[in-house]
């Protein structure tokens, strides 16, 4: 089975404060993906990337790096966290071309 | 751009009750539709999925058409229970340098009573 795991299921953070959000996947996938899912607004794609060292925006980068050094890892980046962050960040992953992407658990971060 | 409308929510039935969750879309080409299912604590996980016109996917007694006159997906069960209470969220593929990358919509919270 696909496994997409993140570090850290639940996150306090002050405002500020840089926060990394790290996730891996154990199947090889080209694409991976984070979103950030809020009550009544369903998921929002953050950043993906197709390759290592690729990246592309998504539909609310905005406050947000990513980096991808190894294809397994993918990391979401806040450079100075804000309350407006406080959400559950979700990643995910898929084989290049039509692959449906599987998802890990999720990190309910808070920024206090 | 690409958007997922669903009903909104959240729904409350009875065991064996019927269940109908409506979604429909607006998409450019010919997207693929899926729906994922949340349970509580957990990360998405895929439910069923339509890749063209008139496909019907199926899973754990859940199913969805792909209508593309009507622009629709609805999901549908026939009998629920206690244990398909999550949020289902209805979602369509926007491909970009073959990635599939899901436009989703704002999820509908599904609690069934015994």
């Known amino acids: 089975d696909v496994k997409v795991t993140q570090s850290s299921r639940y996150l306090v953070k002050r405002t500020g404060e840089k926060v990394f959000l790290e996730c891996v996947q154990d199947m090889d996938h080209e694409n991976m993906f984070w979103y950030r899912q809020d009550p009544g607004l369903g998921l929002r794609l953050i950043y993906f990337?197709?390759?290592?060292?690729?990246?592309e925006k998504g539909d609310i980068p905005e406050g947000y790096s990513v980096s991808r050094e190894k294809k397994e890892r993918f990391s979401l980046i806040l450079e100075s966290a804000s309350t407006n962050q406080t959400s559950m960040y979700l990643c995910a992953s898929s084989f290049y071309a039509a692959g449906v992407p599987f998802f890990g658990p999720g990190t309910r971060l808070t920024v206090l | 751009g690409d958007s997922v409308t669903q009903m909104e929510g959240p729904v409350t039935l009875s065991e064996e009750a019927f269940l109908t969750i409506n979604c429909t879309y607006t998409a450019t080409g010919y997207p693929s539709l899926f729906w994922y299912v949340q349970y509580p604590g957990e990360g998405l996980q895929l439910l069923l999925k339509a890749t063209k016109a008139d496909d019907k996917g199926s899973n754990k007694g859940f199913e969805a058409t792909y209508r593309k006159e009507t622009t629709s997906f609805h999901l549908e069960k026939g009998s629920v229970q206690v244990s398909d209470s999550a949020v289902y969220f209805c979602a369509l593929s926007g491909g970009y340098q073959g990635a599939q990358k899901l436009v989703f919509g704002q999820g509908t919270r599904l609690t069934i009573n015994p």
């Open positions: 990337s197709y390759d290592v060292k690729m990246k």
